[in-house]
């Protein structure tokens, strides 16, 4: 079986890469290296002894895109480009919207005109909008309360893919929800290393660790929660990938969602703590005023992606930051 993996070369897609090569399958990665760069390829054949086909182009481009899926005969496309961080969505909507939806919608022109009639998207725990403090489950309403236009391409996108799917009913789609990915892999070759400045707090923690970033701010300490720091579901990132192999197995006509999470919360400070007891190192940090948009307790129901993929998140927030750890010391040598 042939994939493409669109944003192969960024944190979660390499990680997925990795698997898919570990059990297989045959693996080609289209990126633009926006927000990644091109020597993932050569850790991602470090770990696996396989370097994939890389095809620098830009989704935008659909006469690049056109293309490839006219010169190559892929069984399956796992979508993972798009761009992610949610403070500058706000500041440039429109790049948001032109970038991963039109990105999207040029992806889905050319899967149907070439019939490659399974994708997975990469779609996010915050189409659930402001539902603070329930667990989550497919069936729960999605699109209301999203706070930022990064939110609402993901809510988008799923509409389209349920409307493209009506239209084309031999496609099968999965759309896995992702609660918030953290660690790297265990070989620490791979981990999240973004271009620009990151928003999301295991990457502030990295840099604050590395003196790249003097402090960590934490947004609010009066959630209500047993420290007052916000929780989420933090999610190993391998564990996240091997979702992706889960779904592949168990792929199905028509659009089948799934959330892919832990069920359980951890929270902001309690994330530092096991940052410092791990690295035994002191982690500067001060508590600043809530962030607009944030949930004091967002977790999943992961409970249909266990029953129906068979799939299950086994590694522990421990294994995430020692895994994190381990990718830091490779990026210092
Ligand atoms: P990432 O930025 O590391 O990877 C995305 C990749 O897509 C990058 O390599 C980037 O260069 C590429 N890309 C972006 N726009 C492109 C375009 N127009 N053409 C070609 N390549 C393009 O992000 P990630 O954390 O690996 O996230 C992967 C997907 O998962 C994204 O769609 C993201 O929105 C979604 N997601 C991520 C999280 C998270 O917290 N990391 C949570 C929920 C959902
Ligand atoms: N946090 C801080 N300081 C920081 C960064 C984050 O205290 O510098 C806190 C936040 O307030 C929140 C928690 O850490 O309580 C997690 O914040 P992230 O920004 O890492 O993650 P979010 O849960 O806000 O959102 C992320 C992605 C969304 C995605 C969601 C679920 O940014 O796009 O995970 O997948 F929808």
């Given at each position: 079986m042939k994939i493409l993996l669109t944003g192969g070369t960024g944190y979660i897609g390499s990680h997925t890469a990795v698997e898919l090569i570990n059990r297989g399958y045959t693996v080609e990665i289209l990126d633009n290296l926006f927000n990644s760069k091109i020597t993932t390829l050569d850790n991602i054949e470090e770990i696996t002894h396989t370097k994939p086909i890389f095809h620098q182009i830009d989704l935008l481009d659909i006469t690049s895109l056109d293309r490839l899926f006219k010169e190559n005969k892929y069984d399956l496309v796992i979508h993972f480009a798009g761009l992610k961080a949610v403070a500058e969505s706000i500041e440039k909507p429109l790049k948001y919207y032109h970038n991963n939806i039109t990105g999207t919608l040029n992806l889905l022109h050319v899967m149907q005109k070439y019939s490659v009639a399974?994708?997975?998207?990469?779609?996010?725990?915050?189409?659930?909008?402001?539902?603070?403090?329930?667990?989550?489950?497919?069936?729960?309403?999605?699109?209301?309360?999203?706070?930022?236009?990064?939110?609402?391409?993901?809510?988008?996108?799923?509409?389209?893919?349920?409307?493209?799917?009506?239209?084309?009913?031999?496609?099968?789609?999965?759309?896995?929800?992702?609660?918030?990915?953290?660690?790297?892999?265990?070989?620490?070759?791979?981990?999240?290393?973004?271009?620009?400045?990151?928003?999301?707090?295991?990457?502030?923690?990295?840099?604050?660790?590395?003196?790249e970033i003097p402090e960590l701010s934490i947004y609010g300490d009066d959630y209500d929660t047993p420290d007052g720091t916000g929780m989420r579901d933090f999610i190993h990132v391998v564990d996240l990938a091997k979702g992706h192999v889960a779904a592949i197995n168990h792929m199905q006509k028509g659009v089948s969602t799934y959330n892919l999470g832990t069920g359980k919360t951890t929270s902001v400070m309690t994330m530092v703590k096991t940052f410092e007891k791990a690295s035994g190192q002191s982690l500067p940090y001060k508590i600043v005023p809530r962030r607009p948009g944030d949930l004091a307790k967002v977790y999943a129901d992961p409970s249909k992606a266990e029953r129906e993929l068979n799939w299950h998140a086994d590694l522990t927030i421990e294994d995430a930051i020692q895994d994190t750890l381990r990718y830091l010391s490779h990026q210092a040598h």
């Open positions: 399974k994708l997975i998207f990469s779609s996010s725990a915050t189409v659930y909008g402001d539902q603070d403090g329930v667990k989550l489950t497919e069936t729960n309403q999605t699109g209301l309360g999203i706070t930022n236009p990064y939110g609402q391409t993901k809510y988008m996108i799923e509409q389209i893919l349920k409307d493209f799917s009506l239209a084309n009913p031999d496609f099968s789609i999965t759309i896995l929800r992702y609660f918030n990915p953290v660690g790297a892999h265990s070989s620490g070759l791979i981990g999240e290393n973004p271009n620009d400045i990151p928003n999301n707090l295991m990457p502030i923690i990295m840099k604050v660790s590395t003196g």
